[in-house]
């Protein structure tokens, strides 16, 4: 192939890549894979079934946790088609344009998880340190209004990280270390110079995971700080278990997250497979987990979804 042409064959097209030397056992990992995505489709879908189906599940924790699983079905959708397609196919190859939509919905929906989560936070802060104005706070027209605002926020920063990529030549390898696309790998594709994105995407990551992961923390100091005025230790013990499950969504969602941040500012060649293996956790497990803790902690949830099987 010539030097024009294969100059040609990589600005149309991005390689991905899966797990580097198991290439022998992809089909063991699909299947893997496909039951970790058959878990979170199945798991979501009958959070959303379940609240949706039951009156007195209408309320605000149940709402947002309605919220945080149509997120993460997004997730779940927006990665299967590239990480199945690795490993059950050998495809490797996407087009410049699908890569792009794929980062925007991937960049959007890990971000509007974000904000569901310092929803969840607020709604447990509420709860704990003034549950007398709970219900008067946490109406549906505002939860409503609160959800169309982060929704607004993410699209509104996530939508220009395509058109700040289409702008670019690339000419290098064009071989991406993850099973889909995401803007911080891709602009190092590019030969021209990355400071406005790189930039861009530090200002946006700080103004959104950064501040929503601050805002948790000062919401759980401030939740901590009334339980420990609980003079009970029964009733304090029970505050503190009705956030359990929302700690586990935060640590599950933000750990690999900052984890990947660091990698992708800071890391070398040699954190290659951490980065891949931190990308896999903080796409796959969020979604995977998330009904599973939630249906294991919440009785109320449980039950009905226990009824709704037995029926």
């Not at 022998?24 to 893997?32: A, E, G």
């Not at 496909?34 to 979501?44: E, F, T």
């Not at 104005?133 to 959800?147: D, E, N, Q, S, V």
């Amino acid at each position: 192939m010539s030097a024009v042409n294969y100059t040609k064959f990589n600005s149309a097209v991005f390689l991905l890549t899966g797990i580097p030397g198991l290439e022998d056992f992809y089909l063991w990992i699909s299947i893997l894979f496909c039951l970790m995505y058959v878990i979170s489709i199945v798991g979501n879908s009958i959070i959303l079934f379940s609240i949706k189906t039951d009156p007195s599940l209408h309320e605000p924790m149940y709402i947002f946790l309605s919220m945080l699983a149509m997120t993460d079905l997004g997730l779940s959708l927006s990665t299967m088609p590239t990480i199945l397609g690795i490993y059950l196919f050998n495809s490797r190859e996407i087009s410049l344009d699908a890569c792009f939509v794929q980062l925007f919905f991937i960049h959007s929906l890990a971000k509007f998880e974000s904000s569901v989560l310092l929803l969840m936070a607020f709604d447990r802060f509420i709860a704990i340190c003034n549950p007398l104005r709970y219900a008067a706070i946490l109406t549906p027209p505002r939860i409503a209004k609160m959800g169309l605002v982060f929704l607004l926020r993410v699209v509104a920063t996530s939508f220009p990280y395509p058109f700040l990529l289409k702008r670019f030549r690339y000419c290098r390898d064009n071989v991406l270390y993850h099973s889909y696309c995401v803007h911080q790998e891709v602009m190092k594709m590019a030969c021209s110079d990355i400071t406005v994105n790189s930039i861009y995407g530090f200002c946006i990551t700080l103004l959104t995971v950064g501040l929503d992961s601050l805002l948790i923390f000062l919401s759980y100091v401030m939740i901590l700080k009334t339980v420990l005025s609980i003079a009970s230790h029964a009733e304090s013990l029970r505050a503190l278990n009705t956030c359990v499950s929302h700690l586990c969504a935060v640590l599950l969602f933000y750990l690999p997250e900052i984890g990947l941040a660091v990698i992708h500012r800071f890391g070398n060649s040699s954190s290659h497979f951490l980065q891949m293996v931190l990308g896999y956790f903080y796409l796959l497990v969020p979604p995977l987990m998330n009904p599973i803790v939630y249906s294991v902690k919440s009785k109320h949830l449980r039950e009905r979804i226990i009824r709704a099987f037995v029926k």
